[in-house]
């Protein structure tokens, strides 16, 4: 299986920038697309960034221009580099794979256990 774990979250005020990072480990035998999602409270989980084995990249509209996602291919990470941060960010975030464990196998979907973001105002 394939296990997914986040890092970089924390308190940071309005207008600041954090770093998330996620490595994948595990059987892997195949990453495909990658990406962040994220839950505040009351509110349903949302797609924020996502990026292609390739290089493409999707974005929440309300994070365009802001937020930043990467992958190193090699070390099977995912990164998203968040700036000029604002209140309404505040939310777990959490990182996603699209993988296929082993030769044979099918694809699934795999969920890091999410890491905090606070941005007070």
């Known amino acids: 299986q394939v296990q997914l774990m986040e890092s970089g979250g924390g308190l940071v005020q309005a207008g600041g920038s954090l770093r998330l990072s996620c490595v994948a480990s595990?059987?892997?035998?195949?990453?495909?697309?990658m990406g962040w999602y994220r839950q505040a409270p009351g509110k349903q989980r949302e797609l924020v960034a996502s990026?292609?084995?390739?290089?493409?990249?999707n974005y929440l509209d309300s994070v365009k221009g802001r937020f930043t996602i990467s992958r190193d291919n090699a070390k099977n990470r995912v990164f998203l580099q968040m700036t000029s941060l604002k209140p309404e960010d505040t939310a777990v975030y959490y990182c996603?794979?699209?993988?296929?464990?082993?030769?044979?196998?099918?694809?699934?979907?795999?969920w890091g256990q999410g890491t905090q973001v606070t941005v007070s105002s």
């Open positions: 996603n794979a699209d993988a296929i464990p082993s030769f044979g196998f099918s694809r699934q979907n795999y």
């Open positions: 990026i292609t084995i390739g290089g493409s990249t």
């Open positions: 595990g059987s892997i035998f195949k990453i495909n697309a």
